[in-house]
């Protein structure tokens, strides 16, 4: 699902930044499992040090009031560069054509806030809405994946489609 995910950005990234497709099919698929490979790494690393680090900074640094203020920020510095770099990363490869990394602004920054927004919906459905004693339980949980997999897509192509429009408007293309 996330390769599949990966060729549909892939394919909005051709159409944004106005690219043909010079890459075969072989190609298109290798490159789509490697990135969907990559960014799903990046994206559970980020789950992994929002959900776990607490227990990493207990044991560092203790516990109280300073000591979780400074947990949560250090924590969602990290998540969110990984978020980054899994946009840099489709940024830069996705397309037919490399892309540069300097128009990574606005749209960026809205993605990967939509990111949050819809991982953390996700995180409370699994945790407390989804009931895995049922077969419907668990199909749909299987279904919220898939819808979470390409909002994720949407909120990333969406946020590149921003960034694309404003570096043409800056300096015509």
Same mark, same amino acid.
């Given at each position: 699902?996330?390769? =599949? ?18 890459? *075969?099919?072989? @190609? ?5 499992? #490697?990135?969907? &490979? ?7 690393? %980020? ?16 516990? #109280?009031?300073? +000591?979780? %203020? ?7 510095? /990290? ?10 990363? $489709? /940024? ?9 990394? $300097?128009?990574?602004?606005? =749209? +960026?920054?809205?993605?990967? &806030?939509?990111?949050?927004? /819809? ?20 199909? %749909?949980?299987?279904? /919220? ?7 994720? &897509?949407?909120?990333? $192509?969406? =946020?590149?489609?921003? *960034? +694309?429009?404003? @570096? ?6």
């Amino acid at each position: 699902e996330v390769s =599949g995910a990966v060729r549909v950005t892939m394919r909005a990234l051709n159409r944004i930044y106005e690219v043909e497709e010079k890459r *075969d099919l072989r @190609q298109q698929f290798l490159l789509s499992f #490697g990135l969907a &490979a990559s960014l799903t790494v990046l994206v559970l690393s %980020a789950i992994v040090v929002v959900k776990f680090g607490p227990f990493l900074f207990e044991d560092v640094i203790g516990d #109280g009031a300073a +000591a979780e %203020a400074l947990s949560v920020l250090v924590r969602w510095s /990290i998540a969110i560069a990984l978020l980054f770099a899994a946009m840099a990363l $489709v /940024i830069r490869a996705g397309p037919s054509r490399k892309r540069p990394l $300097v128009w990574v602004s606005f =749209g +960026a920054a809205l993605a990967v &806030a939509s990111w949050i927004l /819809i991982s953390l919906l996700f995180g409370v459905y699994l945790g407390e809405v989804a009931d895995y004693g049922s077969v419907f339980g668990n199909l %749909a949980t299987v279904f /919220i994946l898939t819808e979470y997999v390409y909002l994720s &897509a949407l909120f990333l $192509v969406t =946020g590149l489609l921003i *960034d +694309a429009e404003t @570096q043409k408007r800056s300096f015509g293309g």
